[in-house]
């Protein structure tokens, strides 16, 4: 039970001498009491000071408890009573509405209103986000004032499963000053992100807990000066029941009944958004049905990867009520784990908060704490029967402290945190055999999807998200430019992208090899392919991106990442690289000899390829890719013989000709005889070890029981011919003696 002993009052001193600030004094304390209190946080002189409320100016003596309601808030503004040698002087700031319309010009309107709703809620740790349009027009007998009848009718709510803390009241008063700034974990508690919604409404109404918040930037409904009313449930529920109409857009709705307000709370928080109707002094942006709708529509255009990055929130949902009463859903969006991986998630999220808590109590670490898990999403409409789904596989990760000494330094000057996510579309194999996987498009997220556009688009064949400074609007990342080459925020991106990204980019590709070795199910859709394309193109990347590349691809390599014929991961160093052309003949069985002489061989698509070879351009030290080539084949056949057919044999032998190399020939069990046999080229002058070339002047039919010194008749013309020149070329270096004569 409050007394006026122990009553506590949260007293807002207005925009002045000393900026907006609210604290918490005893009802019994003094004016002069809240002036020190002033000079204690601001160095401001107690005798410098005068305080107003409303046209009245309060004398040191007047008690705090005397001039507040029952919502233990009050309102004051600071005035200077000015210095020796002049009048009043300084900077103050503009008025509130004013500041606000500021925000709007900077912040346009459209579907990223609603994600900063959801950013919202995922920061005070809610699962659930529901959006619900209601045209229901509420009585206007019973209001605050008459003011407050054309706040009755149509409105935008935001639900979600979390209650405000006392900070979160604070915090939504502050108007120029994100909560994020004291808490770094918070990335948009109630900064300019929330006030966007003002594009919307004039009046945003707050219903948490055990209390309700009305907010009135003009400063018109509630009394001069005073920007908002709150009242509790039951501290103030005589006044809440005699104001029945002003309230019951409050009840019915989200689970809120006529008993929440006699318990005296409420399980979660929703906002209340009454359209604007008519021009106002904040805007002239009139809402209606269908701005709403269109609202809803542009969310949608990337509500199936809004999910994507949040570690609270799981679901969203839009629905519309008519005035009717009857409710529909618009589309619904969730995020879930498949039985077998429910677990992964939750502990991934688990090591996250630990990292990122090391790392703002300052504790060294030189590592990257990196965490990978399945989610899949699904989106279902009105218009559709059964959910649109799709499966991803997700990377986040942590620096630690120690990694960048000038990340550190900027993450302790801008209360940011240096996090990353990758994440890598794993579409079922009907939809990538439709081509779904090579039309992915990267884009950037601060955790939620910036806005569709150039800007978004990073050129990477995976979504990217992270702690990232933005632009004052939030709509894209901060890079360094000619006119902010300095900018802390546009430092730290470049940062992030060099020493952070490229870990977990790095994580979830070896992290995708492991799985497709061990989860083959159709459940988890992983190919060699699939794996493949999420190497970046450097020909593809937007310039911000590209210092991410050489890291990336240092880390790759060093683990086996490149996949051999013979169905083995294996490094770099390991492999010999075929851009044997697949339509050619040989091509086949010269690489199913080499995998049979223990050889790793492998194929990889061009975007690996340019990545092998930009390594080996920065690596000057390293030894030069090593591919497929007739000189290499050449020495793997002295090693080790050839034992399969006889058309198999043709085949290499068309291959290792290939080069025109001739000299390399000598040893080769491969030159071909009309008896079926393979005898080795030769440099013996014999007569014994001479091998003959029929020609239609002196065909075979003249020397009968010389199968075995002839030549096999049906080569293929060009082989033939190689074979002639190869003849013709050893015996004038007298390398052949007459070994490869010619019958002509």
């Not at 965490?371 to 499966?391: F, K, M, P």
């Not at 990538?432 to 688009?457: H, M, N, R, V």
Request: proline fraction near 5%; hydrophobic fraction near 40%.
């Amino acid at each position: 039970m409050k007394t006026e002993e122990n009553r506590w009052v949260r007293v807002t001193v207005l925009p002045g001498c000393v900026g907006c600030r609210t604290v918490a004094v005893p009802a019994s304390a003094t004016a002069r009491d809240l002036k020190e209190r002033i000079w204690a946080e601001t160095g401001f002189p107690v005798t410098e000071q005068r305080l107003w409320r409303g046209d009245r100016e309060l004398s040191d003596w007047a008690r705090i408890g005397d001039l507040t309601s029952k919502n233990y808030q009050l309102f004051v503004n600071l005035q200077s009573r000015g210095l020796k040698g002049g009048g009043r002087f300084g900077q103050t700031t503009p008025p509130l509405v004013d500041f606000l319309k500021d925000i709007l010009r900077r912040y346009p309107e459209g579907g990223q209103i609603l994600k900063e709703l959801i950013q919202n809620a995922e920061d005070a740790g809610a699962t659930e986000v529901k959006f619900l349009y209601d045209e229901t027009q509420y009585g206007t007998e019973t209001l605050w004032s008459k003011d407050m009848a054309q706040y009755q009718g149509s409105a935008l709510y935001v639900y979600n499963n979390a209650v405000f803390t006392p900070e979160d009241w604070h915090g939504i008063q502050e108007i120029a000053r994100s909560r994020k700034k004291d808490d770094p974990l918070k990335v948009g508690r109630f900064g300019i992100g929330f006030n966007s919604v003002y594009h919307i409404t004039d009046v945003p109404c707050i219903f948490s807990g055990d209390q309700i918040g009305m907010l009135d930037p003009h400063q018109t409904l509630f009394g001069p000066q005073e920007s908002g009313q709150c009242w509790n449930l039951k501290d103030d529920s005589k006044e809440i029941s005699a104001l029945s109409d002003q309230f019951a857009p409050f009840v019915g709705v989200f689970g809120s009944t006529k008993e929440t307000f006699i318990n005296g709370t409420f399980p979660g928080t929703f906002f209340r958004f009454p359209l604007r109707l008519q021009p106002s002094q904040l805007s002239s942006n009139l809402y209606n049905k269908q701005k709403v709708l269109e609202l809803f529509e542009s969310f949608r255009a990337d509500a199936d990867t809004v999910l994507l990055f949040l570690k609270s929130v799981q679901a969203v949902s839009l629905h519309v009520r008519e005035a009717d009463g009857t409710e529909k859903l618009v589309f619904r969006v969730t995020a879930s784990e498949n039985e077998a991986l429910k677990h992964e998630r939750p502990n991934s999220i688990k090591i996250l908060g630990t990292a990122i808590s090391n790392y703002c109590k300052k504790i060294p670490s030189s590592s990257i704490t990196c965490v990978t898990y399945h989610v899949n999403i699904a989106l279902e409409d009105d218009s559709t029967e059964g959910a649109q789904r799709t499966s991803w596989l997700v990377c986040n990760s942590v620096g630690g402290r120690g990694i960048s000494s000038k990340l550190d330094s900027l993450a302790d000057e801008l209360k940011f945190v240096p996090i990353i996510g990758i994440a890598m579309s794993l579409s079922g194999r009907e939809v990538e055999e439709k081509g779904a996987i090579s039309d992915f498009s990267g884009k950037a997220f601060c955790f939620l999807p910036l806005p569709p556009g150039e800007e978004s688009k990073t050129g990477l064949p995976v979504h990217i998200s992270g702690f990232f400074g933005l632009t004052d609007n939030r709509r894209s990342i901060k890079w360094r430019e000619l006119d902010q080459w300095r900018d802390p925020a546009a430092l730290w991106n470049e940062l992030l992208v060099a020493n952070v990204v490229p870990r977990a980019y790095a994580t979830l590709i070896l992290d995708s090899i492991k799985r497709l070795e061990t989860e083959k199910s159709s459940d988890f859709p992983l190919s060699v392919d699939v794996i493949y394309k999420l190497w970046p193109e450097a020909s593809k990347i937007k310039a911000p991106w590209r210092p991410l590349l050489g890291p990336l691809f240092s880390e790759l390599f060093q683990n086996a990442v490149i996949y051999s014929i013979g169905s083995a991961w294996v490094k770099l160093e390991q492999a010999h690289f075929s851009e044997l052309d697949e339509s050619l003949e040989y091509t086949a069985s010269v690489l199913s000899y080499l995998q049979s002489s223990g050889k790793q061989v492998a194929k990889v698509p061009g975007n690996v390829a340019a990545a092998i070879e930009l390594s080996a351009v920065a690596s000057s030290g390293a030894a030069p890719v090593r591919k497929v080539t007739p000189a290499w084949v050449r020495q793997v056949l002295r090693k080790c013989a050839h034992l399969g057919s006889a058309e198999e044999k043709l085949h290499l032998l068309e291959f290792v000709l290939s080069d025109h190399a001739y000299s390399e020939l000598l040893g080769l069990e491969l030159l071909p005889l009309q008896n079926g046999d393979f005898v080795p080229f030769s440099s013996s002058v014999s007569d014994q070890d001479v091998i003959y070339i029929t020609s239609e002047e002196y065909p075979r039919s003249l020397f009968p029981g010389l199968e075995g010194r002839f030549i096999l008749d049906y080569l293929k013309p060009h082989l033939l011919a190689a074979l002639k020149e190869a003849a013709q070329t050893r015996a004038q270096q007298l390398l052949w003696g007459y070994s490869g004569r010619l019958i002509d």
